[in-house]
């Protein structure tokens, strides 16, 4: 599928972005206070009308979330209009617990989210690295929050208000760190994370600004907002959109000792603002502990199921290559010997009336691997080994003994069907097989040895039994099967 074209190069994205930032903030500036809402409110339609755009032309393939993320733009410019004064005289970052905080809290949500969701493909490709991003960003709220923003609230900020500004605060530290986390995994896209980026931090910058303005001055604060909010106007325009949602090639998820130590020291923000506060003896509670905590909790909780997680598939990976073979994916050869002497010791101790091994050897392999090459050999083992597998029986064992040598391995009562079988597979090996640039065929001589309740007999001598037949199948020229019986 070919990549959708971009709306413009990255140049004229760059160039109309700082255009309209420097027409739009002077504008700003020379409105004066009646006409800066007007002036506000045309900045927060821009970023609608580019998504729109982006969606329409296809530079933002995953639609559904993007349409999330644009409702939450609309219902940021659907508050501009009902509260068209809102930012100019000051209201950001006041923690007034009214209306339109909230509804302003439920907008930067459904942005949030749908950028989230949109980005969860590139996102899954490192999901550790990702709850670490979002770890640091949250704990690196804390102080931001405890020690530069409360302090300064106004007497009138109410505790609902508190709340909602500070999971604002929090979340939207944990989204950047996201979105740094995401830019470090490959370099395609990163133009469109650098307006998201610059998009949080300027909202972070305009809050702050606003919480610390003297003599409710609110100019600065709002400057800021407006180039937040043409940063997301420009996001959906870069030609890097179109790559956001796909993987990565790689990542590395080495979780190395130095990423350890920074999450360590991260985790241990709030608490050590906690203790300050208590040497201190300051007698107003702070929201930051219970609310910090309860966003922190199940992201550190889910990081372990992470590594739990990851620490099962490395041992089950270690586990299947303990006992199979890599290029064919049968048993290898610890494996059937170990099931071998199981089935032995079961025929001797009469839960088995009969085992029978299968010893069989290539016939033809080794000019095809000399003529054509070793792919071309791997290619005909691969071949056999799937072959053997269809055609031996549902509770019969195929392994690889090492090079063109296969063991088949049959509990309880064989008899008469092993010559059968042995047959089924011939002719199901001298099928031809296509390898890279031709296709060739190859033969088997089938070795079988068999062992009865009674018979006092070992592994070594009963594969040794079946490596005597198959070579007197192969000198015999009888290339099916010669049957060895112990007892």
Request: one cysteine or more.
């Amino acid at each position: 599928m070919p990549r959708p074209r971009a709306t413009a190069p990255a140049w004229l994205v760059h160039a109309g972005f700082l255009a309209v930032l420097a027409v739009a903030g002077t504008a700003y500036a020379l409105a004066g206070p009646a006409g800066r809402p007007t002036v506000y409110t045309l900045v927060t339609v821009l970023p609608i009308v580019t998504f729109v755009a982006a969606l329409a032309n296809g530079n933002l393939p995953d639609r559904r979330p993007w349409l999330i993320a644009v409702a939450g733009l609309t219902l940021l410019f659907v508050i501009q209009l009902i509260w068209p004064t809102w930012i100019v005289e000051l209201h950001l970052g006041r923690a007034e617990g009214s209306l339109t905080d909230l509804t302003l809290s439920t907008a930067h949500t459904l942005f949030l989210a749908g950028t989230a969701a949109a980005l969860r493909r590139r996102a899954s490709a490192d999901p550790g690295g990702m709850i670490d991003a979002a770890l640091f960003g949250l704990c690196a709220g804390g102080p931001l929050w405890e020690w530069v923003l409360r302090p300064h609230l106004p007497p009138g900020a109410s505790p609902e208000g508190q709340l909602l500004m500070l999971a604002d605060l929090l979340v939207l530290c944990a989204v950047v760190g996201c979105l740094l986390r995401i830019g470090m995994m490959a370099a395609a896209g990163r133009g469109t994370l650098a307006y998201l980026v610059a998009t949080g931090v300027l909202t972070l910058a305009g809050t702050i600004t606003s919480t610390l303005a003297p003599g409710g001055t609110s100019f600065w604060s709002a400057e800021l907002m407006v180039a937040a909010f043409l940063a997301i106007a420009a996001a959906p325009l870069h030609p890097g959109a179109a790559s956001l949602t796909v993987p990565p090639p790689a990542v590395d998820r080495t979780v190395r000792k130095q990423r350890l130590w920074w999450l360590a020291l991260a985790l241990s923000a709030n608490p050590v603002i906690a203790a300050v506060q208590v040497i201190r003896d300051e007698g107003s509670s702070s929201l930051l502990l219970p609310v910090g905590t309860l966003l922190v909790v199940p992201l550190v909780l889910l990081r372990i199921r992470l590594l739990s997680a990851q620490r099962d598939r490395a041992e089950r990976t270690l586990a299947y290559h303990a006992t199979h073979d890599e290029l064919t994916g049968l048993h290898n050869r610890r494996h059937i010997t170990a099931e071998i002497d199981r089935a032995l010791a079961d025929l001797d101790r009469g839960a088995l009336d009969e085992v029978t091994i299968m010893l069989c050897d290539l016939d033809g392999f080794k000019p095809v691997n000399d003529r054509y090459g070793h792919p071309a050999g791997d290619a005909v083992l691969r071949a056999v080994a799937a072959r053997l597998t269809a055609v031996v029986r549902s509770g019969d064992l195929v392994g690889r003994l090492g090079g063109d040598e296969f063991l088949i391995l049959c509990r309880g009562s064989a008899g008469l069907e092993a010559p059968a079988l042995a047959t089924r597979i011939a002719d199901a090996v001298r099928a031809p097989i296509p390898v890279p640039g031709a296709e060739v065929s190859v033969g088997v001589t089938t070795g079988v040895a068999q062992a009865r309740t009674g018979d006092a007999v070992d592994r070594e001598a009963l594969v040794g039994r079946a490596d005597a037949a198959m070579y007197a199948g192969k000198a015999g020229r009888s290339r099916t099967v010669q049957v060895a019986r112990l007892g």
